[in-house]
C-alpha cells in the first residue's frame, strides 16, 4: 500500500532531469544488498521486473500523527503489501499485479540473517517472508512462486508515503458508496475527494470496509496509484525541476532499494517513460483459486489459481500486456463503476416527453447496459419533464446511485414505500445511456483495468 508511492520516482524521472539532480538523489537512498549469493533464479523476461514491498515503518511520524490516522504503537517491520510491476521493453506499459499478503507460500530453505539458523522449507503466508528473511528472502519467495525473474527491489514506509501526497497537494480519488473503517479512522462519503497524506494512508490501509479485507483493500490501492500517476503527469511535476526534486526527496528519504537501482536507470527509465499516463497502466491482482484455504499452524491463507496465476505471469516474462484492450489496441473503456450489480436493479422507464418511441430506445439501452429492465416503457403523464428523474425507495438507495451512473445529468427522487422497482421518467434534458462496470470486491479472480479506467472522470 505504500509501495504506491515508489513507482511515482520511476513516473517522476520522466521529467528530464539533469544527472546532477538525480545523482543527488540517488545518494540519498538507503540502500540493501537484496540480491547477494542468490542461484538457480529464473531465466530473464523481457522488460523489467520491480517488486515493490510496503513496511509499517513509522519511526518519524509525531505522535499527534500516530493518534489522528490510528497507526497504533511500535512498527512491527513487517510488510503489508507486495507488488509486481512489470515496465514493458519497449517503456511504453506498467504492469502492476497485486499479490496478497495471506497468500499461501512455501519459503524456501535459508538461514536466518540473526541467528544464523538454517530453515529447510516450509509454508507460511507470504507476508512472513520478510519477518523470517528480510528482502532477499522475500524475493527468493516470490521468484519461486512466480518464475519470474525480479530486476530490482524497492521498500517503502509510511512515512514516505504521507510525505509524498502531502508534497503533490493530495491526490483526488473517488467512490460510489460510503467508506468507513473504525481501525484506520476512514470516513468517506461517496463523492470525489482529494486525500492528503494521513486521510491517504488510512484510504490505502483500510481492511474492514466490508467483509472482502485484503481484495478490496488491494483494489483501492491499485486505484490510488493510478490517481497518483494522475496527478504526478497531469500537475506540472514532471516539467518543473524544484518540485520533482522536492517530491523525490519525500519519496527517497524513507526507500530502501536494491543496490544496482541508481542513477543511471532513473535517467533511463525517466527518459523512455516521458509520455507515461494512467492509461499506460494496468491492474490487477493475482487469481485466486480457495478463499480461506485452512493450513495447519498457520490459519486461512489464500490459495493461487495455479493455471490462470502461471498464464498470468507468463505473460509478464514475455512482455505482454495484460488487458483486452491493450492487446487489441481498442479505445479506453467509458464505463462508470457502480457498487451494485445491474442485473439486481429492476427498472421501468416513462417518457416525460414528446419524442415519440424515446422511453422504448432508452428501455432497450438500459437492458444492453445490464439492468433488469421491464422491457414495458410507458408514457408519463406530464410531456414537458425537463429532467430526467429516478424515483426509488430510500432502502435500495445503493441501487439508485448505481442507476444513476448509468444516465449523466439525472435526479434522484426518493418515494418511501416504492419497493426495489426503479422508476425512470425521461426529460427532454437525456442524452445517452452511459456503460456501467460491476466488480464483486469478494470475486476471487479480479479483471485487470487500466489506470484512466479507474481515476476520477472530469465530470465526476
Given amino acids: ?104 507460500a512455501q519459503l524456501p530453505a535459508h538461514v536466518d540473517p540473526k541467528s544464523g539458523q538454517r530453515h529447510g522449507p516450509h509454508p507460511v503466508k507470504l507476508n512472513a517472508a520478510y519477518a523470517e528473511g528480510g528482502p532477499q528472502l522475500t524475493i527468493r519467495t516470490v521468484e519461486s512462486m512466480t518464475h519470474l525473474k525480479i530486476d530490482h527491489y524497492l521498500e517503502v514506509d509510511f512515512t514516505s508515503f504521507m ?83 522536492d517530491v523525490a526527496r519525500a519519496v527517497l528519504g524513507s526507500v530502501r532499494a536494491d543496490e544496482g537501482f541508481g542513477t543511471d536507470e532513473l535517467l533511463d527509465l525517466g527518459r523512455a517513460m516521458r509520455n507515461f499516463s494512467p492509461s499506460s497502466s494496468e491492474f490487477t491482482t493475482v487469481p485466486i483459486g480457495q478463499m480461506n484455504y485452512p493450513v495447519k499452524g498457520i490459519g486461512s491463507t489464500l490459495k493461487w489459481d495455479q493455471p490462470k496465476a502461471e498464464r498470468l505471469f507468463r505473460a509478464l516474462r514475455d512482455d505482454k500486456p495484460l488487458s483486452v484492450e491493450h492487446r487489441r489496441r481498442g479505445p479506453a473503456s467509458t464505463a462508470a463503476e457502480v457498487e451494485v450489480d445491474p442485473r439486481q436493479i429492476r427498472v421501468q422507464v416513462e417518457n416525460g416527453t414528446g419524442t415519440a418511441g424515446l422511453a422504448r430506445q432508452i428501455d432497450t439501452a438500459l437492458g444492453a447496459a445490464g439492468f433488469a429492465v421491464t422491457h414495458q416503457p410507458m408514457t408519463a403523464a406530464a410531456h414537458d419533464v425537463k429532467r430526467t428523474v429516478i424515483s426509488y425507495d430510500p432502502r435500495w438507495d445503493r441501487s439508485a446511485r448505481s442507476l444513476a451512473a448509468a444516465l449523466p445529468g439525472s435526479e434522484l427522487h426518493p418515494v418511501p414505500g416504492r419497493g426495489p422497482l426503479m422508476k425512470v421518467t425521461v426529460g427532454v434534458d437525456f442524452t445517452k445511456v452511459r456503460k456501467v462496470r460491476f466488480e464483486d470486491p469478494a470475486q476471487p479472480e479480479p479483471s485487470v483495468v487500466r489506470g484512466n479506467e479507474v481515476v476520477c472522470s472530469g465530470s465526476t
Fill in 163 to 245: 510525505k509524498t501526497v502531502d508534497v503533490l497537494g493530495g491526490v483526488r480519488i473517488c467512490t460510489t458508496k460510503p467508506l468507513k473503517d473504525s481501525y484506520t479512522g476512514l470516513d468517506l462519503a461517496p463523492g470525489t475527494h482529494t486525500l492528503m497524506g494521513g486521510q491517504a494512508l488510512q484510504y490505502v490501509r483500510a481492511r474492514h470496509t466490508d467483509g472482502t479485507s485484503d481484495l478490496s483493500r488491494m483494489k483501492r490501492q491499485q486505484r490510488f496509484l493510478a490517481a497518483l500517476i494522475e496527478k504526478a503527469t497531469s500537475s506540472g511535476v514532471l516539467l518543473n525541476p524544484i518540485r520533482f526534486r
Fill in 1 to 104: 500500500m505504500r509501495a504506491v508511492t515508489t513507482l511515482s520516482v520511476v513516473v517522476l524521472a520522466s521529467a528530464g532531469i539533469g544527472h546532477a539532480v538525480v545523482t543527488s538523489l540517488d545518494a540519498g537512498i538507503a540502500r540493501v544488498d537484496a540480491f547477494k549469493d542468490m542461484k538457480n533464479r529464473p531465466r530473464a523476461g523481457h522488460g523489467m521486473n520491480v517488486l515493490l514491498v510496503g513496511t509499517d515503518g513509522r519511526d518519524k511520524i509525531s505522535e499527534q500523527e500516530r493518534r489522528a490516522y490510528r497507526l497504533g504503537g511500535a512498527p512491527c517491520h513487517c510488510t503489508d503489501t507486495m507488488m509486481i510491476v512489470h515496465i514493458s521493453e519497449n517503456r511504453e506499459r506498467a504492469s502492476v499485479v497485486s499479490l496478497p499478503r495471506d497468500s499461501y
